[in-house]
């Protein structure tokens, strides 16, 4: 079971502004950088955001991540028929037993 | 280019062992600063770490499977593998390798991911 709660839904319609959110922990998002994955359907998934809010080379400019406390949010601005996703925040946990943990996910449906 | 091929039986019988391998290729899997991780995504269900390795050897696993992990590395091959052992239906997922940078890192590269089916 994910100790990272997203909501499971999200939805926009093209070039609206979606935003999705990532609760955690002090031993997870507050303690750690946050990262966010998409993952097309069939697909595996892919790296989008890394280090709270820094892009790969080649992620649009759309995607945008942010970090407070123990919450990160991913937002996406511009909102595109291709952004039809789902999306997977993720963390180091320095709990007793360090390890990963990714986000419960979010499917975005752009309507 | 790093390319990662997950390989290994896509059906195991309940209460076996599920074993896989990841093979590397365009990139050493002795490179600094990188391990090398397991994840795996039950048929429409959410992402589920499994554990990582360094080529060292060196291993973090998720506490809720560590009983039933073991993740190995074979520098001379440029592979590591995963073995799950007393598996139920439960256990039925894709199987993803991926690379991290660090332990505690982003997975930048993946592979494509491997159908692995728990029935007798």
């Known amino acids: 079971q994910s100790v990272l709660t997203q909501p499971p839904s999200a939805s926009g319609t093209p070039g609206q502004r979606v935003t999705i959110s990532c609760s955690g922990s002090s031993s997870n998002i507050g303690s750690n950088y946050v990262y966010w994955y998409q993952q097309l359907p069939g697909t595996a998934p892919k790296l989008l955001i890394y280090r709270n809010n820094q892009r790969p080379s080649g992620v649009p400019d759309r995607f945008s991540g942010s970090k407070s406390g123990t919450s990160a949010s991913l937002a996406i601005s511009g909102l595109r028929s291709e952004d039809e996703a789902d999306y997977y925040c993720?963390?180091?946990?320095?709990?007793?037993?360090?390890?990963?943990?990714f986000g419960t996910g979010t499917k975005v449906t752009v309507l | 280019q790093l390319q990662l091929q997950e390989s290994g039986p896509g059906l195991v019988k309940p209460s076996e062992t599920l074993s896989l391998t990841c093979t590397v290729s365009g990139g050493s899997i002795s490179s600094s600063s990188y391990y090398w991780g397991w994840i795996r995504q039950p048929p429409g269900k959410g992402l589920e770490w499994i554990g990582s390795?360094?080529?060292?050897?060196?291993?973090y696993y998720n506490p809720s499977l560590k009983s039933r992990v073991t993740i190995s590395v074979d520098t001379s091959k440029n592979q590591f593998s995963l073995k799950l052992s007393s598996v139920t239906a439960a256990d039925t997922a894709v199987y993803y390798c991926?690379?991290?940078?660090?332990?505690?890192?982003?997975?930048?590269?993946w592979g494509q991911g491997t159908l692995v089916t728990v029935s007798s």
């Open positions: 993720a963390a180091w946990d320095d709990s007793l037993s360090a390890f990963y943990v």
């Open positions: 390795i360094y080529y060292s050897g060196s291993t």
């Open positions: 991926a690379r991290a940078i660090y332990s505690s890192g982003w997975y930048q590269t």
